[in-house]
């Protein structure tokens, strides 16, 4: 089990390599949460991750000349970084559902990328059985869990009379490390170890005191959607981890929306959760000092559009809704006028008057609007159904509604 000393040897060996990343309040955020916030900003680190710490540190007690590792895409990016500036070559398996993106970017580094089943635990079976390179773990690995809990070491030596500090998990690497330094280094401040509602490995094996395996769902916090947490890391989770939660897919959109909005930051699925988590427990946490470990900013950006839709629809700016009206000309006219009057703004229109849920003589009109916050949109329904109208309230997206 490592300890602080093999943390603080660990940012010897990789502190050439790596940036010290800005830890830096926020005070927008604060006021949101109604807590002291603080943002470890490992989405400005190279590759776009956290990850470097743990493989530089790996990789620079390797003698061999050819390593191999599995992922999705962060660890990917950090092995096939750290080999090419240790002169070494790496393999990279990813999941044939990988992202073009991430596949391109570690191809970017230098490495060799092969694509190798649907699920991300296929692309693992398969570099493990390759006896050609030696293996790089994505978390379970000592040398790996003691570079990421660098991050730890900084947080500590930047910041006193922390209450909490918020950190991803997905295999447990990052948060086993950075918890290892920080309780070294302040044992009175909380450690909370976060993760999506849709692949809870880590709090099942964490609540059961053993590795329990968790098939993942389909999460916009890809980077963490692990299906069993190491061995390694739920031991040190167990000895230094105060708590887990699970935090829902809207939460992470929405946090994600707010590191643009508010911070200016691109922040991925995995990198949000944190924040996701203390707006979902923000009366526990009122008044406390909190840090929020951004763990990365790799975000897909074929995707992005939608997370910020989603984003924007969870925090009420956006509403979509189902207006009946007579099919005949003038109606949508006037119904546009009465959303124009309450000063919201009209993004889209979907007119159906085939639909087998109203009459014939009836049309459907689903709008898209854009709203200052839900008041401002119940008010535009509320108009509606003053003058008569049937409305069928807001739903997830036009399509849903049709």
């Known amino acids: 089990m490592i300890t602080l000393a093999d943390i603080q040897l660990a940012r010897e060996t990789i502190s050439s390599h790596i940036h010290r990343t800005p830890l830096i309040h926020s005070s927008s955020l604060s006021i ?6 603080y943002l470890k900003l490992e989405n400005l680190q ?3 991750s956290f990850k470097v710490r743990g493989a530089f540190n790996k990789l620079a007690r390797i003698a061999d000349h050819r390593v191999i ?15 090419g500036k240790l002169g070494k070559q790496a393999t990279i398996v990813m999941p044939e559902t990988a992202s073009i993106i991430k596949q391109e970017a570690t191809r970017g580094y230098g490495a060799e990328v092969i694509l190798h089943g649907e699920k991300f635990s296929d692309a693992l079976d398969y570099a493990l059985s390759r006896k050609d390179a030696v293996f790089i773990h994505p ?3 000592d040398d790996v869990i003691a570079g990421q809990g660098t991050a730890g070491l900084e947080i500590a030596e930047e910041l006193d009379a922390i209450d909490a500090v918020f950190v991803p998990v997905g295999g447990g690497g990052l948060i086993a490390g950075t918890a290892a330094a920080m309780k070294a280094l302040s044992p009175r401040t909380m450690m909370i170890g976060v993760q999506a509602a849709a692949a809870t490995s880590a709090c099942a094996s964490f609540g059961g005191h053993r590795v329990c395996e968790r098939v993942p769902e ?20 167990g000895k230094h981890v105060d708590a887990m939660f699970a935090v829902a897919e809207d939460t992470i959109a929405r946090s994600i929306l707010l590191f643009l909005e508010r911070k200016k930051l691109v922040v991925e699925g995995a990198g949000a959760v944190p924040l996701a988590a203390l707006l979902e427990n923000t009366e526990r946490f009122r008044g406390k000092r909190v840090v929020l470990v951004v763990s990365g900013g790799n975000i897909d950006f074929t995707l992005i559009d939608r997370i910020i839709l989603k984003g924007l629809m969870t925090s009420g700016r956006i509403g979509v809704f189902a207006v009946v009206i007579d099919d005949i000309a003038g109606s949508l006219h006037a119904v546009t006028g009465i959303v124009g009057s309450q000063k919201a703004n009209i993004l889209s229109v979907a007119h159906d008057r085939t639909t087998g849920d109203v009459a014939i003589g009836k049309a459907k009109v689903v709008f898209t609007v854009e709203v200052r916050s839900r008041e401002h949109l119940a008010s535009v329904l509320a108009a509606l159904r003053d003058r008569g109208y049937e409305v069928r309230g807001a739903a997830p997206s036009p399509a849903e509604l049709l």
């Open 46 to 48: 190279k590759t776009g």
């Open 69 to 83: 590792a599995a992922s999705m895409g962060n660890h990917a990016q950090a092995v096939a970084h750290a080999a």
């Open 218 to 237: 389909n999460t916009i916090a890809d980077g963490i959607a692990v299906g069993k947490v190491g061995e390694r890391t739920l031991a040190l989770m």
């Open 32 to 37: 949101l949460s109604g807590a002291e916030v």
């Open 139 to 141: 978390f379970d690995d």
